[in-house]
């Protein structure tokens, strides 16, 4: 049985409810989903790498060398997925691992000359796809995105940090 809002006694005369599709998180994610497929391909399918080593790779390169909670903050990625990516990049010779001299419970990691090779392989394809993907739209529309995706981001963060919602996600149950 599909699922349909119902028109309530307390806002009758209102606008409808919102739908799913309208809401612009949605819309969002849906952009979202349709791009993402399009990369999974590239990395996975011709440079062996997943989505996340990509983005870990690429935030490794534009650093000399960061510990992995650094890292897993540059990339936007949780500790625990971060590392497992970093010890398969690793294992791919793409990144390495080295203790700090002065303080050996540091470890930082660091991009290997092969890892460069391969984000300088991945990259200029990536950006190409990026530009056919935004190709409709104008220069002065993607600062205006660019700019409100910031607002949105900002916005977003400080409702987390306010706690706007109080309950937390529980996918055990």
Known sequence: MACSPKPSSALAGSAPAPTLPAMMMFQLYRAWSA??????????GRFNITRREWRILA???MHSALTSTALAEAALLDAARCSRAV?????KGLLMRTRDTRDTRIVRVSVTDMGRQR???VM???AALNEEIFQDISPAEMLALSSMLDRITQRADSMLESNV???RARRNR
């Not at 791009?35 to 996975?44: A, D």
Request: aromatic share 8%; glycine share 12%.
């Open 165 to 167: 919602v109080k309950e």
């Open 59 to 61: 935030t490794a390169c």
């Open 124 to 126: 200029p394809v990536v």
């Open 87 to 91: 010890g398969s990049l690793c294992e």
């Open 119 to 121: 984000y300088g392989e």
């Open 35 to 44: 791009g993402n497929p399009i990369f999974t391909r590239l990395c996975e």
